[in-house]
């Protein structure tokens, strides 16, 4: 069967005849060292969550800033940055936001009319960049999805890919953008050329319908949780696929703690739970399996490494380690337990976090020796090295905190509700004494 292609722009006619747009998709990623780029979820294509070299200039960093919009809904939770751009969404919508200014840059909608005449719009699904576009797959219940790629600078649509169904997740790394979407041969692991849109390969892949996707040392890393009988055991699916040319690698079914109460809420309102968050690095492959395990898996054959059993009844699998060098950190509903990443021995723990039960997908990051975390209404931060707390910030006042924390040139940026937010935090660039 054909592989699927793109809707080409006129831009992208242009580029194929020899012309040259005013830019394109497709430049090399930043590298993980850079402080500029935020290009997923949890900073990088293996999802470590680690800003490793954190400008302790930032003490002086630019004003605060907070951006009001008018609309009804709530904004994406998983915000990217490129080429001084915050990039935010929410259903029909897409927001750049200047970073320094703090005022939108430009916008895109994405809406179709019903059968009634009403305009209706498309659900956001997951956002990611290269630096020079943006990506964001939009979904129709199930109809008319699409993963749409736009200029950072504000130009018209790059491309648009068509699938049957919601595209689980975007992943770009280097000069490739992966992902993961139901097409007319089935569920599939595709690999397009971001300048484009064209197909490079695509494989089966058996996955869940918002699957995770993380990338290290030439390996694609997915899974699901099978859970037909909705049991609280169950089997959780991990597997690996040769980024090149997209052959599994190998596929590795694990034994535990299933679903539970939280993640099931997180699914009913759309937001993705009850799949593991996977983090490659080093190696290694971590997630977590439900309630109460965190598994770290050889990321050569699957084999695995080690386990260790988090707080007992926790009903999460909201797990999202964040590794550094040497240690994995894993956030868990009331407690932050910091990790040895080649062994699984707990170096320490922290026993009063107040992350929420009905919201088990948040994802803290490592800033320089700081580890942030974001609770129900505050960031809580730990000294990375004793786990002792640093301080507990609440900007909101009784305002959620976004889930999703984002910090680029030592300013932490996060959409919550209907608005955008920009705060320089000192204390995260203090010296540790």
Not at 139 to 154: C, H, M, R
Not at 314 to 324: E, F, I, K, L, R
Request: negative net charge; glycine residues 12%; proline residues 6%.
């Amino acid at each position: 069967m054909a592989e699927r292609g793109p809707r080409w722009s006129r831009r992208q006619f242009l580029a194929a005849c020899g012309a040259t747009p005013f830019g394109g998709c497709g430049s090399v990623l930043p590298g993980n060292d850079s402080e500029s780029a935020w290009v997923t979820v949890q900073r990088d294509p293996g999802h470590t969550g680690f800003l490793p070299d954190a400008d302790r200039s930032a003490r002086d960093a630019p004003a605060e800033w907070d951006l009001e919009t008018d609309r009804d809904g709530l904004f994406h939770r998983r915000p990217v940055f490129a080429d001084g751009t915050l990039f935010v969404a929410s259903d029909g919508e897409l927001y750049a936001v200047d970073a320094e200014a703090g005022s939108v840059a430009w916008t895109r909608q994405r809406k179709t009319t019903n059968a009634d005449g009403e305009r209706v719009p498309f659900h956001v699904g997951e956002l990611a960049t290269d630096g020079d576009c943006v990506f964001v797959a939009w979904s129709l219940s199930g109809a008319n999805d699409v993963l749409a790629a736009y200029p950072v600078d504000g130009g018209e649509t790059q491309w648009e890919f068509e699938t049957n169904t919601n595209v689980g997740a975007v992943l770009p790394v280097a000069d490739t953008l992966y992902l993961v979407a139901t097409l007319p041969e089935g569920q599939r692991l595709v690999a397009l050329d971001p300048a484009t849109g064209q197909t490079r390969w695509q494989s089966r892949v058996d996955v869940a319908t918002h699957p995770p996707l993380a990338y290290a040392d030439g390996t694609l890393f997915s899974g699901r949780y099978r859970d037909e009988q909705e049991s609280f055991t169950g089997t959780w699916v991990l597997q690996a696929f040769d980024a090149d040319g997209g052959e599994r690698r190998w596929k590795r079914d694990v034994t535990g703690y299933g679903v539970g109460t939280g993640d099931r809420l997180a699914r009913f309102f759309g937001l993705g739970g009850g799949e593991p968050n996977l983090t490659a690095a080093d190696g290694r492959v971590y997630f977590g399996t439900g309630p109460a395990e965190l598994y770290a898996l050889d990321a050569a054959d699957g084999t695995v490494r080690w386990s260790y059993a988090l707080e007992e009844g926790n009903t999460s699998t909201g797990h999202a380690p964040v590794v550094d060098d040497d240690t994995v950190y894993v956030a868990n509903l009331s407690t932050v337990t910091a990790l040895d990443a080649a062994t699984g021995t707990q170096r320490w723990q922290y026993e009063d976090a107040r992350i929420p039960f009905d919201d088990p997908q948040r994802y803290p990051v490592l800033v320089g020796d700081t580890l942030l975390v974001p609770e129900q209404v505050t960031w809580l931060a730990l000294d990375a090295a004793t786990g002792e707390e640093r301080f507990r910030y609440g900007p909101y006042g009784d305002g959620l905190v976004g889930p999703a924390p984002l910090v680029v040139d030592g300013v932490l940026y996060t959409p919550v509700g209907d608005s955008v937010y920009a705060f320089a935090v000192p204390e995260l660039f203090r010296d540790s004494e």
